[in-house]
């Protein structure tokens, strides 16, 4: 049978197999972890604990339980294996060639090592273009809108405590447009807090590049935040809708979060069909715009235009997380889905990166 478990927030998943293990048993866990990862968008790490893994004697047991890594291992960079097993360290030999995350072997006693290292993320040394919008109307009501705090301060610390180097750009430059419903006491976060106290961060969001000076080949992925000013502006800008074609001509990752999937409204894919035309995708719902009182004011609905465009749309509960990855798109239905949608992002480099190695050096 199978023990499994979520111990930390990030998403660490412990799994404790005894016994014979059959490919039923994988079956709640594949369900188990796949919820997850449709609210987080990624798992911090695999912890498969079990001294002796008898379980593992049967092929079947043994063929399920690499299938079940190889399924999510773009969601997984670490996988630590607690074990005696002699048979588990040989499969931490055979996997290397077929699995892109990085696997290793701890002694049975050695638990709280093996925790640590899963907690120690490894540096990335890549630069992340985040997009904001100028837009500061909301529509003729005469209020401010902007971009939304919580969905660009959660995803800066998400890139930059994972050692990415971060540009800020817009399509104007400068100090973009801060919505203030999202600056309120109810919409701070430990993320708002830290970023609104962060001078070097204040001092980059002062200093926003102009987007029409961006060249898309100098980053390695690209991230939009939302805020119903994007469905302004950046859903028609001639230089967001060049950057975002640029990038995924590029084979590099896009996440767009909340509203911001209204970017693709005007975007054709190489073949010129709509980007998100037979893609999995999220975004901002109509329930959620609803209970914002802002389906008669903005310029279009993102779950709607998302459905017309030919997007596979799902989605969660309103306000609940929910980030969907369908390739190099990412996308991430509202402002609790912008943390988990930059930790996809963040995978989805590691994976491009661990295949692309592969691809290169094939007897690694």
Same mark, same amino acid.
């Given at each position: 049978?199978?023990?499994?478990?979520?111990?930390?927030?990030?998403?660490?998943?412990?799994?404790?197999?005894?016994?014979?293990?059959?490919?039923?048993?994988?079956?709640?866990?594949?369900?188990?972890?796949?919820?997850?990862?449709?609210?987080?968008?990624?798992?911090?790490?695999?912890?498969?604990?079990?001294?002796?893994?008898?379980?593992?004697?049967?092929?079947?047991?043994?063929?399920?339980?690499?299938?079940?890594?190889?399924?999510?291992?773009?969601?997984?960079?670490?996988?630590?294996?607690?074990?005696?097993?002699?048979?588990?360290?040989?499969?931490?030999?055979?996997?290397?060639?077929?699995?892109?995350?990085?696997?290793?072997?701890?002694?049975?006693?050695?638990?709280?090592?093996?925790?640590?290292?899963?907690?120690?993320?490894?540096?990335?040394?890549?630069?992340?273009?985040?997009?904001?919008?100028?837009?500061?109307?909301?529509?003729?009501?005469?209020?401010?809108?902007?971009?939304?705090?919580?969905?660009?301060?959660?995803?800066?610390?998400?890139?930059?405590?994972?050692? =990415?180097?971060?540009?800020?750009?817009?399509?104007? #430059? $400068?100090?973009? %447009? &801060?919505?203030?419903?999202?600056?309120? @006491? !109810? *919409?701070?976060?430990?993320?708002?807090?830290?970023?609104?106290?962060?001078?070097?961060?204040?001092?980059?969001?002062?200093?926003?590049?102009?987007?029409?000076?961006?060249?898309? =080949?100098?980053?390695?992925?690209?991230?939009?935040? #939302? $805020?119903?000013? %994007? &469905?302004?502006?950046?859903?028609?800008? @001639? !230089? *967001?809708?060049?950057?975002?074609?640029?990038?995924?001509?590029?084979?590099?990752?896009?996440?767009?979060?909340?509203?911001?999937?209204?970017?693709?409204?005007?975007?054709?894919? =190489?073949?010129?069909?709509?980007?998100?035309?037979?893609?999995?995708?999220?975004?901002?719902?109509?329930?959620?715009?609803?209970?914002?009182?802002?389906?008669?004011?903005?310029?279009?609905?993102?779950?709607?235009?998302?459905?017309?465009?030919?997007?596979?749309?799902?989605?969660?509960?309103?306000?609940?997380?929910?980030?969907?990855?369908?390739?190099?798109?990412?996308?991430?239905?509202?402002?609790?889905?912008?943390?988990?949608?930059?930790?996809?992002?963040?995978?989805?480099?590691?994976?491009?990166?661990?295949?692309?190695?592969?691809?290169?050096?094939?007897?690694?």
């Amino acid at each position: 049978m199978l023990e499994f478990t979520m111990i930390e927030p990030g998403g660490i998943l412990h799994v404790k197999p005894s016994g014979a293990l059959t490919a039923e048993d994988f079956t709640e866990l594949n369900r188990f972890a796949d919820a997850h990862l449709g609210k987080n968008g990624t798992l911090a790490g695999l912890l498969i604990e079990a001294q002796s893994f008898p379980g593992w004697d049967s092929f079947a047991g043994f063929a399920a339980h690499v299938r079940f890594i190889r399924d999510h291992q773009r969601h997984i960079e670490r996988i630590a294996l607690v074990t005696d097993s002699a048979i588990a360290h040989l499969a931490e030999t055979l996997a290397d060639p077929f699995v892109a995350a990085d696997i290793r072997c701890f002694a049975f006693n050695q638990y709280g090592a093996a925790l640590h290292w899963l907690r120690t993320d490894r540096r990335m040394a890549v630069n992340v273009l985040v997009v904001l919008t100028s837009h500061d109307q909301l529509g003729s009501t005469g209020r401010k809108t902007g971009f939304w705090l919580e969905e660009l301060a959660s995803p800066y610390y998400v890139f930059t405590d994972a050692g =990415a180097k971060v540009t800020l750009a817009s399509p104007k #430059g $400068g100090q973009p %447009p &801060l919505d203030p419903t999202s600056d309120r @006491p !109810e *919409s701070s976060s430990d993320a708002t807090r830290r970023f609104k106290s962060d001078i070097a961060a204040q001092t980059a969001l002062a200093n926003t590049r102009r987007l029409r000076d961006i060249v898309a =080949a100098d980053f390695d992925a690209v991230f939009y935040p #939302g $805020g119903h000013g %994007p &469905l302004w502006d950046l859903a028609e800008d @001639p !230089e *967001s809708i060049a950057l975002i074609q640029a990038t995924f001509a590029a084979a590099k990752p896009l996440a767009a979060v909340c509203h911001a999937p209204g970017v693709f409204r005007r975007v054709k894919s =190489a073949t010129g069909e709509p980007l998100v035309k037979g893609k999995a995708v999220t975004g901002f719902s109509n329930t959620e715009e609803r209970a914002a009182g802002l389906s008669d004011v903005v310029p279009f609905l993102v779950e709607d235009m998302l459905i017309e465009e030919g997007g596979a749309y799902s989605k969660e509960a309103d306000w609940q997380a929910h980030v969907v990855t369908d390739g190099l798109l990412i996308t991430g239905q509202n402002p609790a889905s912008s943390a988990p949608a930059a930790r996809a992002l963040l995978d989805q480099l590691r994976w491009t990166a661990a295949t692309s190695t592969s691809s290169h050096n094939p007897g690694k």
